[in-house]
């Protein structure tokens, strides 16, 4: 079973002491890819010419027997959007032509993009998946359609994929259509169920706080959970950096993919790469678990090569030993807090008083998001405990200069091309 010492950080996999003889009978190879928008510089070329945007890397997602990628925007030509906390997204129902050409087998729609232009939105986006036989899980019409997982047979191994995220803009699923929200209970009881029926179970979470290398405590509680529960591999995204990897009672948990197929307009580095997951899988056991390192550039993605890639595993090497350790895993939380301070905290208060005063409807729907998503909740909590107990500034110098790196390295500071 996998282990933090039995991981190879110089070649970015574990694989099974009898490799030679599970490789035989091994029955399933999945991918799992991180956030995908056609949104920005991508937006032409994944309409025009889908295949260039994912570089070298389509001979490795074409060579699984099942590929999932998180799908953050609706893919519509109607709807208006509506008054979120952040940013909005929206594909059209062609960018579907993106998501063909890999092909990619599933797409999950619990993140806090998938509702950005309403419902007649996200019904075209569910409508276009299906008319191109693309399975989809994670969001729905109805509290029950959300949090139902997709069982998918691949070669006589029965794979689960449970998808759920925070809920962000009070977009979980209730009494109105919405994603699977952040229902601990409700998802172990889901993993706990589909342990008898299925041979593996893949648990994919949108959360946590962006920017940061990084979980924070309450994600990294929730994803051993899941793992207590019956889950056999724990992925997240939605920091849009990569963050580290933790194998918890030999589960392997990845805490951030980082970007995929989705642009930002930043030199910052750690925001233009990421990482796959690749899986081997028998009927009975896991076999390997390989991480797969790219960078995005301005025309799509591409493997790293050296001398960087050695670099990418340093690094996260470097930010991946401290989740073993929840002494160490709180002083991570505590150089963050650190390093956003009063002024941090009075900054983001008053940029929102501003709006509110500029732009009421979205001022308002960006206070009401701190006051009701579980990553604000727990930042500012715990920010203002610390400054009540006068422990603010106590945080280890390793903790912030990690912090530090993350949300201010240049990508010509990690060797990438501007």
Request: aromatic share 12%; charged share 20%; glycine share 6%.
């Amino acid at each position: 079973m996998p282990t933090i010492s039995s991981f190879d950080w110089e070649k970015g996999c574990w694989a099974a002491d009898t490799i030679t003889e599970h490789s035989k009978k091994a029955t399933a190879k999945v991918c799992i890819s991180g956030d995908w928008a056609p949104i920005r510089a991508f937006k032409e070329i994944m309409e025009t010419r889908p295949e260039s945007v994912y570089g070298d890397l389509m001979s490795i997602l074409k060579s699984a027997d099942l590929s999932i990628v998180n799908l953050e925007s609706p893919l519509s030509d109607r709807g208006n959007e509506v008054f979120k906390s952040g940013a909005v997204f929206k594909g059209k129902q062609r960018h579907i032509k993106a998501l063909t050409a890999v092909p990619f087998d599933v797409v999950t729609l619990a993140n806090n993009h998938v509702f950005d232009y309403g419902l007649d939105a996200f019904k075209d986006t569910v409508d276009v998946l299906n008319h191109h036989h693309i399975q989809w899980t994670g969001a729905g019409m109805s509290f029950k359609d959300a949090c139902t997982p997709l069982i998918v047979d691949i070669n006589d191994t029965k794979i689960a994929i449970v998808n759920f995220s925070e809920g962000e803009d009070l977009t979980s699923a209730g009494e109105k259509p919405g994603v699977m929200g952040w229902n601990l209970s409700k998802i172990e009881d889901t993993i706990k169920s589909l342990r008898p029926k299925v041979d593996f179970i893949i648990v994919i979470s949108h959360c946590g706080i962006e920017y940061i290398p990084f979980p924070p405590p309450y994600v990294a509680t929730a994803f051993r959970q899941m793992a207590k529960a019956g889950a056999d591999i724990v992925i997240g995204h939605h920091p849009h950096v990569p963050q580290g990897i933790q194998f918890y009672n030999n589960i392997p948990i990845c805490y951030s993919l980082g970007n995929f197929v989705f642009y930002q307009q930043t030199d910052l580095c750690y925001r233009k790469l990421g990482y796959l997951v690749n899986l081997e899988l028998t009927k009975n056991s896991l076999v390997s678990f390989e991480l797969v390192p790219y960078e995005i550039h301005d025309q799509g993605l591409s493997l790293f090569k050296e001398p960087e890639l050695q670099t990418f595993w340093r690094k996260l090497k470097e930010i991946s030993l401290p989740l073993q350790d929840d002494k160490k895993l709180y002083e991570t939380w505590h150089g963050f807090l650190h390093y956003y301070g009063i002024n941090g905290f009075f900054n983001e208060i008053s940029m929102i008083m501003e709006r509110i005063k500029a732009d009421p409807q979205k001022g308002a729907a960006m206070f009401r998001n701190r006051l009701t998503t579980l990553q604000h909740y727990h930042h500012w909590k715990d920010f203002m405990t610390h400054l009540v107990e006068g422990t603010l500034e106590a945080s280890p110098q390793w903790s912030r200069t990690l912090i530090n790196e993350w949300l201010t390295c240049k990508t010509d500071g990690f060797g990438l091309k501007k």
